[in-house]
């Protein structure tokens, strides 16, 4: 089965840049086919990036995305971090069957 | 602009079949390139994919649930439905339908706790 794996959580100060990683070893990370999503708690997802590195519209260009597909993994990047940044952030791809696959999502601490 | 509402009972009993259905509003179902998926999350766990429908009622499940879920699809009434069989207190939790557009899901429900209990 297709698995997406995230670091359970990732903290960082205020100002700063964080990345939250998305890997993969039982397939390939299909290039373009990654997305991102911020979870407030209490509120649904958003897309925060989407197809490994575009920006949904009123997202802030802080936060970008990227992929290596030598090493099955993608990234999540977020710079100049603020307090409201502060959420749950899970990748989302797709297997072979275009079946959706999540990652467990990373909980951003900004301290 | 495009609203999704889930509705359902929020009290289900084990072994019992889990009914949601998600009234879309402010679109046609059948207009546009879409298809809508049902999302669910366990109370304070992560997300876990169930399926989507297209407007076709061509659909794809989650191969852990497949046996258990069916989707469907109702113009006349623009919503989509799911049906899970033979809950058990694992699939307690809150399920969102959100719909697809092909770039990323542009809109979601605001969800509905579902609670398997006696």
């Known amino acids: 089965n297709f698995m997406l794996t995230q670091p359970p959580s990732v903290s960082e100060s205020p100002g700063k840049t964080v990345t939250i990683s998305c890997t993969t070893d039982?397939?390939?990370?299909?290039?373009?086919?990654v997305h991102w999503y911020q979870q407030r708690p209490g509120s649904a997802p958003t897309v925060v990036i989407y197809?490994?590195?575009?920006?949904p519209s009123g997202v802030p260009d802080r936060f970008s995305g990227s992929i290596d597909s030598s090493s099955n993994s993608a990234a999540l990047t977020i710079s100049g971090l603020k307090t409201e940044d502060e959420a749950d952030y899970y990748c989302?791809?797709?297997?072979?069957?275009?079946?959706?696959?999540f990652g467990g999502g990373t909980k951003l601490t900004v301290l | 602009q495009v609203q999704l509402q889930e509705s359902g009972p929020g009290l289900v009993k084990p072994s019992g079949t889990l009914s949601l259905t998600c009234a879309v509003s402010?679109?046609?179902?059948?207009?546009?390139?879409?298809?809508y998926n049902w999302i669910r999350q366990p109370p304070g766990k992560g997300l876990e994919w169930i399926g989507y429908?297209?407007?076709?009622?061509?659909?794809n499940h989650n191969p852990a649930l497949r046996s258990r879920t069916s989707m469907s699809v109702d113009k006349s009434k623009n919503q989509i439905s799911l049906s899970l069989t033979s809950v058990t207190a694992a699939d307690t939790g809150t399920y969102y339908c959100?719909?697809?557009?092909?770039?990323?899901?542009?809109?979601w429900g605001q969800g509905i706790l579902v609670t398997v209990s006696s």
């Open positions: 197809e490994n590195k575009q920006r």
């Open positions: 959100a719909r697809y557009n092909f770039d990323y899901i542009d809109s």
């Open positions: 402010g679109v046609s179902i059948g207009s546009g390139d879409f298809y």
């Open positions: 989302q791809s797709y297997d072979s069957n275009n079946r959706w696959v």
């Open positions: 039982t397939g390939s990370i299909r290039g373009d086919y």
């Open positions: 429908v297209w407007p076709s009622g061509r659909a």
